[in-house]
DNA sequence: GTCAAATATACGCTAATGCGCATATAAAAA
DNA sequence: TTTTTATATGCGCATTAGCGTATATTTGAC
């Protein structure tokens, strides 16, 4: 499994789509890390002003990582997310 | 090129690996991205605060993205880096 | 060691997160 | 449809990023 995100909202849905299929709710996903529900809705819905602390106990949660590489080139898809 | 993050310490690192590579200044991609250098500094130094808008800027401006996966055994040297 | 360049900090400010708490809205179940 | 569950919003509050500007500190070249 592996997903590339090149916006907030992007990680949003990547968070929630994991989040759903571990069947669990936001309300439980933020009692494991310490964090509001609407704390977790504000990141899936993919505010970008969210704080990479917030992230990172997100995909803790999730047990889910981040890894940082050199960009390929975009798909279409990607062009037309970005705004 | 790619590197596991699973702290706001570590992504800073990345960055600064990066844009050095590249032989750029905090000033000069501040200006890119239009990002102060005070902001690329705090960033660097792992800043848990830091917003996700603001990684992705300078990700962009170093032509980098961000993947996010299923964890991986965590080596050593991640286990140590985590607190 | 000296000096210039790069990075880390500081101050006052505005804006926005994340908090607790509560509720409206949407989605799923009965 | 009615009821329950889940998600999105709202308010007031404390905290903090990021802004401009400026400066201390560190690093690197000479």
Redesign the interface.
Same mark, same amino acid.
Do not use: K
């Given at each position: 499994?592996?997903?590339?995100?090149?916006?907030?909202k992007q990680?949003g849905e990547?968070v929630r789509r994991r989040r759903q299929a571990q069947k669990q709710t936001q309300t439980q996903m933020g009692k494991q890390v310490r964090l509001r529900q609407a704390t977790i809705s504000k990141l899936e819905t993919g =505010?970008?002003?969210? !704080?990479?602390?917030t992230?990172?106990d997100v995909?803790t949660a999730l047990?889910? =990582?981040?890894?940082? !590489?050199?960009?390929?080139k975009s798909s279409p898809r990607d062009i037309e997310e970005n705004f």
């Open positions: 499994m592996i997903q590339i995100a090149r916006t907030p990680i990547i =505010e970008p002003g969210t !704080r990479l602390s992230l990172f995909l047990d889910l =990582e981040l890894v940082i !590489r050199s960009r390929t």
